[in-house]
């Protein structure tokens, strides 16, 4: 089964500067797709960004970013120029290509300090 | 557009009774999936649903059942409620069945909690 481990339970930046969360993964799959979703303390989670497996280059939304390594399974967040905006909890997500079921890491928190 | 609706928003329920939750997708989605998270953990995966048919399950135990209705909302069921299934129980709609680089779209979740 696939598996998804985030260890920064929690993770703090200053307003302006720059942050990343880290995540790494466990599959025997090939083709795969993995996400970063914000879930502010409203609840609602929102996409934040996503990668293909098989696609080299690395993900980009705006003040988002990811590096993704996929021998080394590690697909990390990179938030520049923090926002007060971007406080919430930020989880991983893992989703087959075959299937459509999510698996998600437990998630990090993120405080920006004003 | 209206996003994912879920309701209620708040349920308290005690042990062993049965609960019923309810999901509307967004217009045009035809899947809609339920996750279960517990404070503190990430989502876990319970069903799947597209086009009325049930298309994954995850590992939970037989007291949780789900249906999608003509009109693509779903409901999920919880019998014999315990208190470990006190959690946010997420609705998320995508537009089709298939895994992958499709995004799931998620609802504000319903708070159940089991005394």
């Known amino acids: 089964a696939q598996t998804v481990t985030q260890s920064q339970p929690e993770m703090s930046v200053q307003e302006a500067e720059t942050v990343t969360l880290s995540c790494t993964y466990d599959t025997s799959e090939s083709d795969y797709y993995l996400f970063w979703y914000k879930q502010p303390p409203s609840r609602q989670m929102i996409l934040v960004i996503r990668q293909e497996a098989y696609k080299q280059q690395n993900a980009t939304e705006n003040r988002f970013s990811v590096n993704f390594q996929k021998a080394a399974k590690s697909f990390s967040l990179k938030i520049s120029d923090s926002q007060l905006g971007d406080a919430a909890m930020y989880f991983c997500a893992y989703r087959s290509a075959v299937l459509g079921q999510f698996y998600f890491g437990t998630g990090t928190s993120l405080t920006v300090i004003p | 557009d209206a996003g994912v609706t879920q309701s209620p928003t708040h349920l308290i329920k005690t042990r062993g009774q049965q609960v019923t939750l309810r999901c509307s997708p967004i217009?045009?989605?035809?899947?809609v999936s339920w996750y279960q998270q517990v404070l503190g953990q990430g989502p876990q995966f319970i069903f799947q649903?597209?086009?009325?048919?049930?298309?994954g399950r995850g590992n939970f135990p037989d007291r949780f059942s789900a249906r999608q209705f003509p009109n693509y909302s779903s409901e999920l069921n919880v019998n014999a409620l315990l208190l470990g299934d006190s959690a946010l129980y997420l609705c998320?709609?995508?537009?089709?069945?298939?895994?992958?680089?499709?995004?799931?779209?998620f609802g504000p979740g319903t708070r159940l909690l089991v005394l």
């Open positions: 998320a709609s995508s537009l089709g069945g298939t895994g992958g680089w499709e995004t799931q779209y």
């Open positions: 649903y597209y086009e009325k048919e049930e298309r």
């Open positions: 217009s045009g989605h035809k899947s």
